[in-house]
Nanobody, 115 residues
């Protein structure tokens, strides 16, 4: 059974850093991975994605230059390094894995940026 587990969230002060992990129960070799977030009262938005082999990445303008997505297929894990965190980065962060018409979501991890 395909399962995704996000981890690494927490409470951090503005300007701080966190590294989120998205770990799968099976190989991620053939899946593109996306990170999304949902702020309170807002719709879920895509913030970054990475191709199956990691050769291509994309970022939302709101996180470009601050967040870095990477993957270690040997560990079935995709990371989101978040630097220079701002209060508006607060929300629940989700990862998904997509291959053709298959799409899987994790349960999310809370990130709170506050002084």
């Amino acid at each position: 059974q395909f399962e995704l587990l996000e981890s690494g969230g927490g409470l951090v002060q503005p300007g701080g850093s966190l590294r989120l992990s998205c770990t799968a129960s099976v190989t991620l070799d053939y899946y593109a991975i996306g990170w999304f977030r949902q702020a309170p009262g807002k719709e879920r938005e895509g913030i970054s994605c990475i191709s199956s082999r990691g050769e291509s990445t994309n970022y939302a303008d709101s996180v470009k230059g601050r967040f870095t997505i990477s993957r270690d297929n040997a560990k079935n894990t995709v990371y989101l390094q978040m630097n220079g965190l701002k209060p508006e980065d607060t929300g629940v962060y989700y990862c998904n894995a997509q291959r053709y018409n298959l799409l899987y979501w994790g349960q999310g991890t809370q990130v709170s940026v506050s002084s």
